[in-house]
């Protein structure tokens, strides 16, 4: 099969909807000669942070000139950003050979798009000798299709309401099926602090003899008022602290992500991962993940600009920021409002229907001068019309509906001023479409 007829049969599998459950995975992984035995892994669950502590880690871990693979999602625009060895991403190539075995050892055996491309993964990774995986879950924890491997140390991020259709309608469900990540004597970072959340990751940690390291007890961080940082980790991490950290991005949970990674880090010495306090500092302040919290300025030029004054460029501000459940709008909205300047904030915002619609945009629509609701592509994307009209009467005035997200972005380039930020999100989906439109394919 070429790329081309793999990623249509890959499209194919949107069809077969989200199943949570390990039994299609360990068929087909008992019958490729399990390639997941033959890595290593840090397995990352939580729900919000998860792809800038894998991120973090990759960056530092590969500046000490360790060969990582890193498997996330979803991606941007491009299916083959799910999976990097370093900064290199899949070729095209491997892509293709990869999903036609694949296809060929399942015969007419169904599984869905995220178990196909977690075997994909897996394949590649073993075959290219990388020294660690970092692994990120898809959905929870406990039934992920990622959750067929024992890794040298597990990360639980921060833990709040979001899928709840599949994971539970409280905390502690939700927690429940993040810990399931959980293995006997595996180690695990945990980020999840939150009251009702804390209990849970603790007793399936004890109940299968697994040490559980917790932000603010184990490790913790101060932020310093020139926006340098320090890590300090606890006597179960050897008691080191680590000062003059800088973080790559401006989110304010930032420090927050890269101090389970320093965390990570401290763990895998012992598994022979040694990286130096440089490679530590140099890397976190490197770290790239595109769509989250990501600012950029490009040149724009107005085609509706007065024939007299000619088409002249004007640089626009961008803020392209992942942000489509509760808490991670909250981060985005603190964010704007201790770390950015701006004039006015143009808003494009975009979101799928199973989302707290209500309460992410009574955070964001305060904050914007022009709000435009647009419709990211997919099934589960809400329209326009629907997000207007849960706005109330003040925030219906400064909105408007423009479908295309091509033209919902004109808008508000056009919109923009100097000085005024756009600021991009509701939805990873929309986030893909309106890069790729600025800044083109990442791969």
Sequence with gaps: MTYDEVLAHLDALQMHKIKLGLEAMQSFLAKVDQPESRLKFIHVAGTNGKGSVCAALSEVLGRAGYRIGVYTSPHLSSVRERFRIGGEYISEQAFAELGTRICQVLGDEQITYFEFTTALGLLWFAQSNVDLVVLETGMGGRLDATNVVTPLVSIITSVSMDHEAYLGDSLTAIAGEKAGIIKPGVPVVSGAIHPEVAPVIEEAGKAVNAQVLSLGQDFDYTVHPDK?????????????????????????????????????????????????GQQISEGLAQVKWPGRMEYFEQEYVSNAAPAETGNRPKFVRYLLDGAHNTDGVRNLAKTLGENFRYGRLVGVWGAMNDKDLRTTLGLIAPLVSTLILTQPYGERAATPEHIYSILDAE?????????????????????????????????????????????????
């Design 228 to 276: 340098t940082w320090t890590w300090t980790g606890g006597r179960r991490l050897g008691s080191k602290k680590i000062d003059g950290l800088r973080c790559s991005r401006s989110s304010l949970v930032q420090p927050e992500n890269d101090s389970l990674c320093l965390a990570a880090l401290q763990l895998l010495q012992d598994h022979g991962f040694k990286v130096s």
């Design 395 to 443: 925030q219906k005035n400064k909105a408007q509906c423009v479908k295309n997200v091509d033209a919902a972005l004109r808008a508000a380039q056009e919109a923009a001023e100097d000085g005024d930020l756009i600021v991009i999100g509701g939805s990873l989906y929309l986030i893909g479409e309106i890069r790729h439109l600025l800044r083109g394919e990442l791969v």
